[in-house]
């Protein structure tokens, strides 16, 4: 038998790859057609993949299939996979999605529950129930690396949208 000709630690295994979606389709429950058909890509760690497409092409959907609100809170038919980590997301409790897994939604007002930067970073770490010192040192750890870190202790409503957005996204780091 021919063996392949990479070396066997340089070979990509598809546990390593964050994100592979296999042939997905997805069909709402209360709709004739499919809201997305046969799609397939792999993200690989450090890429940063734009998807972008006309308003009501999937988009969302997509997102859904992958952070597991389908087919949890959304009802329907669906086809193919979505794994991560070489895992069916479908298959894990919400608990371990979110510590893979996170969603920044169109509108961040809809996403922020604290008042200060710093109570805010820091709830989804509490969530997990990280033991105090942790959550700090990972809280100055997403500021620092952002270079927000001087804004910690003030209240979020007095800055713009784009620094809300990037707040939103900090909550998953
Ligand atoms: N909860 C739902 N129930 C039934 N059909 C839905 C639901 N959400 C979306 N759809 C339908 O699925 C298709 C894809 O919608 P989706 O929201 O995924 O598109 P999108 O690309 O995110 O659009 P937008 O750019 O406007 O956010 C559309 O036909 C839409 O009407
Ligand atoms: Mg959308």
Same mark, same amino acid.
């Given at each position: ?8 630690? /340089? ?9 592979? *979606?296999?042939?997905?389709?997805? $069909?709402? /429950? ?9 799609? =397939?890509?792999?993200? $690989? $760690?450090?890429? *940063?993949?734009?998807?972008? &497409?006309?308003? &009501? ?5 997509? *997102?859904? %299939? *992958? ?9 329907? +038919?669906? +086809? ?6 070489? +895992? ?7 608990? /371990?999605? =979110? ?6 939604? @169109?509108?961040?007002?809809? @996403? ?7 109570? !805010?970073?820091?709830? &989804?770490?509490?969530?997990? &129930?990280?033991? $105090? ?7 100055? !750890? ?10 910690? %202790? @003030? ?19």
């Amino acid at each position: 038998m021919r063996r392949s000709a990479i070396p066997l630690k /340089r070979r990509t295994m598809p546990t390593d790859i964050p994100l592979v *979606i296999e042939n997905l389709s997805f $069909r709402y /429950r209360d709709r004739e057609g499919a809201a997305i058909h046969g799609i =397939s890509f792999k993200a $690989r $760690r450090g890429e *940063i993949l734009l998807i972008a &497409g006309a308003s &009501g092409c999937g988009k969302t959907t997509l *997102i859904r %299939c *992958i952070n597991g609100l389908i087919p949890r809170s959304y009802k329907g +038919e669906m +086809e193919g996979r979505a794994l991560v980590f070489g +895992e069916e997301t479908k298959t894990w409790p919400l608990s /371990r999605i =979110s510590q893979k897994i996170g969603t920044v939604l @169109q509108d961040p007002e809809r @996403q922020i529950l604290g008042t200060k930067v710093l109570n !805010e970073v820091a709830f &989804g770490l509490e969530n997990l &129930g990280l033991p $105090r010192a942790e959550i700090f040192e990972r809280v100055d !750890e997403a500021l620092n690396f952002l270079k927000i870190h001087h804004i910690n %202790c @003030q209240k979020i409503y007095r800055f713009q949208t784009i620094l809300r957005i990037i707040l939103t996204s900090v909550i998953f780091s």
